[in-house]
């Protein structure tokens, strides 16, 4: 009887170990594969970013931390930025469709025409967007892209910013609309922007640059024959907007920019939302679509929930410049 139990032990020992032997290079080569991650799945976003800036920072740290709240060590990001060059989204783009991603991020337009063009079936969400129906060429746009593509737009009351600008100017005359004339949601701005303002009694002047490199010459002429210079939410304008202030501010030129990044970099005021929140919010449209909650051929564009008027205190003290009341300073580091 003795000698058995010894057998049976020894047996059940075997057997045990074996077995934990067999878990142990189950969960390794789940692990390797990147198909689980526990009792999950593990999801793979991919972001496309158009350019290094402090909106589309925001908006993309605010999407990563509501996914990583939600799925934890679950989610994986590849991030890539494209350095303000429109191809290069195209390239990372592609990268994310060969790689087989689970969801694809775009910030900026560029990003997401690249992506869209990239893929008719792995789910994209815009974000730092102004206008879809502008960036994607759908006439009439509702609202819904219908297709694999959804997002968050960072499109401020037009009509609320030409009335800002009357409520800091309402002696000035001449109001210069500056752009980039390769940012087509820039050109919908201030197009709208424009009608709103000459309904008001200002007359309007477009000044457009193709890019970075004419963009002071273009800044320098709409200084010299404008009271007043309106700057939409533009991403070039956003990465260089140190040219428009010493051209603009020395000229004693008040800028109004149509959001808070571009407003702390060269303006006197804007009325602006939270590109963190639009993260968060782009973020929880994210995980309605990988738990499968949602189908984002039926989502439509979500907007920023607020505004806030705000302004830019340096700026404003060089210019003489006093803010009326309900508006808030720009936080300085």
């Known amino acids: 009887m003795k000698m058995r139990w010894k057998a049976g032990a020894a047996l059940l020992a075997l057997t045990m170990a074996v077995g934990l032997a067999g878990c142990g290079n189950q969960s ?3 692990t390797q594969s990147g198909t689980q991650q526990g009792d999950g799945k593990t999801y793979t976003v ?8 402090e909106a589309l920072d925001q908006a993309t740290q605010g999407f990563q931390d509501t996914l990583k709240e939600e799925f934890g060590e679950q989610v994986v990001f590849d991030y890539q930025n494209a350095a303000n060059d429109p191809a290069t989204c195209s390239t990372i783009a592609n990268g994310f469709v060969s790689a087989g991603v689970d969801l694809i991020m775009a910030n900026a337009s560029s990003a997401v025409q690249a992506a869209a063009s990239a893929t ?27 297709t694999n593509v959804s997002g968050t737009s960072d499109l401020a009351p037009l009509d609320q910013q030409a009335a800002m600008i009357q409520e800091w100017c309402p002696d000035a005359k001449s109001v210069g609309l500056l752009f980039c004339s390769a940012e087509p949601n820039s050109q919908y701005q201030v197009d709208t922007v424009q009608a709103f303002l000459e309904k008001l009694g200002y007359t309007c002047t477009q000044y457009a640059f193709s890019d970075s490199n004419d ?7 709409a200084a010299d024959n404008s009271d007043v210079i309106y ?15 010493n051209i603009c501010r020395p000229a004693k030129i008040p800028v109004f920019a149509g959001e808070q990044g ?5 303006g006197v005021a804007t009325l602006s939302i939270s590109y963190y929140d639009l993260g968060v ?12 909650e949602a189908d984002i051929s039926q989502m439509p564009i979500e907007y920023a929930p607020q505004f806030t008027k705000m302004y830019n205190q340096a700026i404003c003290d ?3 410049l006093t803010p009326p009341e309900g508006y808030t300073p720009i936080p300085t580091e």
């Open 120 to 146: 008719g079936t792995i789910p994209v969400l815009g974000t730092s967007v102004t206008e879809y129906g502008v960036a994607l060429g759908i006439e009439n746009f509702s609202g819904t892209v219908g």
């Open 46 to 53: 991919g972001i496309v970013q158009l350019t290094p800036h």
């Open 318 to 320: 060089d210019l003489g």
């Open 262 to 266: 571009i407003c702390a970099g060269c």
């Open 28 to 30: 390794a080569q789940q």
């Open 231 to 245: 700057v939409p939410t533009d991403n070039t304008v956003a990465s260089n907007a140190s040219i428009v202030d």
């Open 281 to 292: 919010t782009t973020g929880q449209m994210a995980i309605k679509i990988l738990k499968g």
């Open 215 to 221: 963009m002071a010459a273009v800044t320098q002429t």
